[in-house]
């Protein structure tokens, strides 16, 4: 097949632009080469690694702007949407101008205001080629989010072409994430069958020893899970008496940050650990962790001026992940990210949407000079020539903004430990408030860790009571809290201190307008 005649092919499958000026043309191109990197592995990985991604980051604007005009012509919810904001197009702006005219919206202020149909394209869903997948809010109430074939076979490609650039060309993948209606069990599955052979045991660690054993030491191994699962399976393997020695082995995780100390732990048998991305109300693969990105993270978390410089003034240290500016726009509004899903296969598409995560974004050649300040070179730096290089923009990210703590891949919300507490009824009239965080228990690990302010000594008993409560809640309130315990019983071993009035974490209340539920973390035990 001759050139031409192989991009009018591409050219073919690729959705109509949607007219927004002379930058149609570079939208265009763009997507027909991300198209062949994407089933070309030499060509997506010669891409990540040149300065090409730099040219075309000032398209991530435009190309959300396209996806948004797109969703006003195709979806009905969104077309309401606009005129409920009194949205109008001025043409004589520039488009990241008319980007910033459109307004954000929210699971609250979108999601839950209008049917799904009416949030698809051409106002249906249809069944064939399309996922349902499921995640669960705080009011345990599901949510179910509606994926088209095309836009899960592009992100598909995508981790897949990942794997192989960072991982290798054939790998023995085994699935620690939770299977069934969950995104991501289903879809790493579904994604990583390209690279190799796929188990999906779930987080089940006795059947992931078991595979391991059966397939032996002569492969390469990508275990995925969250990122305490991990520590979980080597420690459980030792104790089965399997010698991680003879075992290449990579981690894939996601679902929760991970802190530098858990690495280190999982270093000690894995090769490499490279956390995601991604959230099931806006996009599963937004980014990844790449060896540049943990190499910067790990530069920062020695160095708290290099660390401030970064991420700014909270003294957390953020997960860092790079992405495609073809495919993500990100902003950052007062505080939190509002991202757009560029990309026109997205059944129900994303247009400026918040997920109320902290955090913001930085242009790869920012980092590159911050990095320089420091006497940091990444260019040059020993990651740099022996891994490989994505030279793309970086996201950064704090946490949930929506008073949570993430845990085994389901969100704690204040009001669940509220909740809980309240309903030992004898301790009603001592409870004076709460506080909840996430404690390092050791080696990397960590628990949920619930502070009650007490108004009397307090024995073991009534901490015993207290965490049951609490777990007991959290099982019947959240779906996903409760996969994670019948999966990983661990999951239910929350720490619960209690303090005197006006100590510890309360000492601060009386000068404050507003009580502190979530107190940001991790911090260590003493």
Known sequence: MRSDQRYDAVRETLPMPVRIGG?????????????????????????????????V?????????????????????????????????????????????????????YIERYPSADRCLDGRIPLRGTEMDESSGSSGTPFNWLRSHGEL?????????????????????????????????????EALKRNGLVKSPGPDLEKIISTL???????TYAITGYPPFLREILEYGTAEGLDWRQYLLYGVV?????????????????????SAYGASDLDIGVAAETPTSIWVRQQADRNPALRQALFGDDSRLPMLFQYNPLDYMVETVNGELVITVNRLCMLSPRIRYNIHDSGSSHSYQTVVEICRGFGIDIETSPVATASPR???????????????????GSNI????????????????????????????????????????????????????????????????????????????????????????PGTGPFEENSRRIKRRYILRGPRAID
């Open 213 to 219: 054993r059966y397939l032996g030491p002569g492969y």
């Open 254 to 274: 996601g679902g929760e940050g991970m802190s530098e100390a858990l690495r280190a732990r999982l270093l000690k048998s894995f090769a490499a650990v490279f």
């Open 23 to 55: 930058t149609a043309v570079a939208l265009r191109t763009a997507d027909a080469v991300k198209w062949l990197a994407l089933r070309s592995h030499p060509l997506f990985g010669a891409l990540a690694a040149t300065t090409i991604p730099r040219w």
């Open 390 to 408: 994505f030279r793309l923009p970086f996201l950064y990210i704090q946490g949930r903004s929506d008073s949570t703590i993430s845990y085994m």
């Open 153 to 189: 076979h592009e992100v598909h490609l995508q981790l897949s072409k990942f794997a192989r650039q960072v991982i290798g060309p054939e790998i023995v993948t085994i699935n620690g994430f939770s299977m069934g209606a969950w995104s991501t069990g289903v879809n790493t599955a």
């Open 57 to 109: 980051e000032p398209l991530g604007a435009r190309g959300a702007l396209r996806a948004a005009l797109h969703a006003r012509r195709r979806v009905p919810a969104y077309r309401e949407y606009l005129q409920a904001h009194y949205w109008t197009d001025d043409r004589s702006l520039s488009g990241y101008e008319r980007l910033l005219r459109l307004p954000i919206m929210d699971k609250h202020s």
């Open 413 to 500: 919300y204040p009001e669940d430990i509220e909740q809980g507490l309240s309903t030992v009824a004898e301790y009603n009239d001592q409870i004076r408030g709460f506080a909840l965080e996430l404690r390092e228990i050791g080696d990397g690990a960590v628990r949920p860790c619930v502070h009650v302010e007490f108004s009397d000594d307090a024995s073991l008993e009534v901490e015993t009571r207290l965490r049951t409560a609490i777990v007991e809640r959290l099982l019947t309130n959240s779906r996903d809290f409760r996969a994670a315990a019948a999966e990983n019983p661990t999951a239910t071993e929350f720490l619960i201190e209690v303090h005197r």
